[in-house]
């Protein structure tokens, strides 16, 4: 029986292209829409069936890459993780950027939120209102709405090439 051979093939993952396409498919995804915690020893929701999904999504997108130790409930321990995994704050905005939010110029937003940043002013995060991933302006409005949202830190990964 004759040998086949075969020409070895020289793979390289691109990262931020695979990152990239994950944050986009991950719109509308029911995934992330609950983490169970034993609080004061009742089992609990604590993300409120998505309501406070945020910290879960970007953290659970992620650690699928190795990009942060695990999943993480809250966007300060979300935070403290991108800056031990190497994630460094920069002023540009690049896609697969991780945004970190203030609250909404108009207070309906009292908290910080987190989401990706896709280009061309486009970013993903938790929609409380939908309790699921979804697409948006990276800001959320334009600047002088109430509905804006000041960016207040901006992560990028020396992987994500």
């Not at 460094?88 to 207070?107: C, F, Q, Y």
Request: glycine residues 10%.
């Amino acid at each position: 029986m004759a040998k086949i051979k075969t020409k070895k093939l020289k793979v390289k993952p691109l990262t931020l292209d695979t990152l990239l396409t994950v944050v986009e498919k991950s719109v509308g995804t029911k995934m992330f829409q609950t983490i169970y915690a034993e609080v004061d020893g009742q089992k609990k929701d604590i993300t409120r069936a998505g309501d406070l999904s945020c910290a879960f999504f970007v953290s659970g997108v992620l650690s699928m890459f190795g990009l942060v130790d695990r999943l993480h409930s809250t966007v300060t321990g979300t935070v403290k993780a991108l800056e031990i995994a190497g994630w460094k704050k920069t002023k540009n905005l690049e896609p697969g950027a991780v945004i970190v939010w203030g609250p909404s110029v108009d207070g309906s937003f009292t908290h910080d939120h987190l989401g990706f940043y896709l280009g061309a002013e486009e970013a993903v995060s938790n929609i409380w209102q939908k309790h699921v991933p979804g697409k948006h302006y990276y800001t959320f409005a334009k600047t002088g709405s109430g509905k804006y949202r000041p960016i207040l830190a901006i992560y990028r990964h020396s992987k994500l090439k």
